[in-house]
């Protein structure tokens, strides 16, 4: 009884070869198709997404340091010029301590900037208004994830800079 139950449904599904029907019509291997041909779009995605990430909170925490490196300059004054009634800034402890207070900060960072160039100017030119220090760090940030394309070995150039000047007040 349960081999002619068998038989008449071979039968039924087309003779004794009922498991090539099956595969012609069998939506199995769908799904593993479909993630195999979007993965790879979707780790690049998420990759992109980290690196840039990470781009962003190095770019904020190297202008940050370099705010406080013009800060840090700007209040070295030359008090012999300041006696004299002139409000200038030491260029060179200005120039001294704006690299030195930008370099600790970007160095507290680790390892994810890469090739770190910083560079501190002090002008008191009469042609400015006011004596100014300007901090221009050029570095790069390590790309995690997109290293592999083309140019991004060596990570992600960026730039940063600041300037911080001497208000004079007029009045009191």
């Not at 291997?29 to 993965?39: D, H, K, P, R, Y």
């Not at 300059?73 to 300041?82: N, S, Y």
């Not at 790069?140 to 007040?169: H, M, N, Q, T």
Request: charged content about 25%; proline content about 4%.
């Amino acid at each position: 009884m349960f081999r002619d139950d068998f038989r008449r449904r071979l039968k039924r599904k087309g003779g004794f070869r009922p498991g090539l029907r099956m595969l012609r019509s069998s939506e199995d291997g769908a799904v593993l198709a479909l993630v195999a041909a979007f993965l790879p779009a979707a780790v690049l995605t998420v990759g992109m997404v980290l690196d840039l990430g990470m781009l962003y909170f190095a770019k904020r925490a190297v202008q940050g340091a370099c705010d406080l490196g013009a800060l840090a300059g700007v209040i070295e004054l030359d008090w012999d010029a300041l006696a004299a009634g002139e409000v200038r800034i030491d260029p060179e402890m200005g120039k001294k301590k704006a690299l030195e207070v930008a370099g600790e900060n970007i160095a507290s960072l680790g390892s994810i900037i890469r090739e770190a160039a910083v560079s501190a100017h002090v002008f008191n030119t009469p042609d400015r208004d006011e004596p100014t220090v300007r901090v221009v760090c050029h570095f790069r940030v390590r790309a995690y994830f997109l290293g592999f394309l083309p140019g991004l070995k060596d990570g992600i150039p960026c730039s940063a800079s600041s300037e911080g000047s001497v208000v004079r007040r007029t009045k009191w």
